[in-house]
């Protein structure tokens, strides 16, 4: 279905210089994201450019929005559909500026480098991992690419189940013991990169789903399994019980 919306919104004026936008957002909040992440490892960013950046998403936000009412009002025939789609979208993406604030503002705080002590390279496979996503979501919209947008939703449930674990960690004093502000702050980037994944996610699930189920996963057809479902599965082929509960938790979680 998606596909044959965008193709239909691409089509005429309005429709397509909003989703055009919703693109740019997209982009520039994926070199905001990386210049955050390199501002708390000291790598040199001017902090205040992400604020500046911030406000131009925000404006980005407000552009789409107005065309997509502007279409809403003056066409004969208004694809109400697609325009909640993509504004579903850019609120997603507006959300993703504000967790790269936060993530800016622990630069802040910190009198030197991050250092995620015994999660460090953790840190470094997340940031890896929530930049490739950013890299796919674009062509994902663009090309209504079923296959890369399921990717992304996988990559997802990667970030979340490796969170939940570090924090876990953290919780029981496994990693970083006795180091309470290191700890504070690894626990709050891992919510962050989180947070950021799963807008991502969201966005992602706009290729897959119809309006009603954008942010939540894919549904398996009344025939059989969705072609996604083998990535659900652990290393022994069984199903994993703790990524399970993970995505029962966040069907249920508010789109904060």
Do not use: C
């Not at 089509?11 to 990386?34: D, I, Q, V």
């Not at 210049?35 to 552009?63: C, F, P, T, W």
């Not at 496979?125 to 663009?142: H, I, N, R, S, Y």
């Amino acid at each position: 279905m998606w596909k044959k919306l965008l193709t239909a919104f691409k089509t005429s004026g309005l429709h397509r210089e909003a989703f055009e936008e919703a693109l740019l957002m997209l982009k520039a909040s994926h070199t905001m994201h990386r210049d955050a992440v390199a501002a708390l490892h000291q790598k040199g960013i001017m902090v205040a450019d992400i604020y500046e950046r911030d406000q131009q998403l925000n404006k980005y936000e407000r552009s789409v929005r107005r065309k997509i009412l502007t279409h809403f009002t003056v066409s004969p025939n208004p694809d109400i559909n697609m325009g909640l789609v993509i504004t579903a979208i850019v609120i997603d993406i507006e959300r993703i500026g504000d967790y790269t604030k936060n993530i800016v503002e622990l630069a802040v705080a910190l009198p030197e480098a991050f250092d995620g002590g015994e999660l460090h390279e953790e840190f470094l496979a997340l940031e890896e991992v929530v930049d490739g996503m950013f890299t796919d979501v674009v062509p994902a919209l663009q090309d209504s690419d079923v296959d890369l947008a399921r990717k992304i939703l996988k990559d997802h449930k990667n970030v979340s189940g490796r969170v939940e674990r570090g924090l876990q960690l953290l919780r029981n004093d496994q990693v970083l013991k006795g180091q309470s502000g290191r700890a504070v702050t690894a626990a709050l980037y891992l919510r962050y990169l989180k947070r950021v994944s799963a807008h991502l996610k969201n966005a992602a699930t706009s290729v897959l789903n119809p309006f009603h189920r954008i942010g939540f996963k894919e549904k398996k057809k009344a025939h059989g399994t969705r072609p996604a479902d083998g990535q659900e599965k652990n290393g022994t082929g069984q199903e994993d019980p703790f990524l399970e509960d993970l995505e029962l938790m966040e069907d249920e979680e508010s789109r904060d």
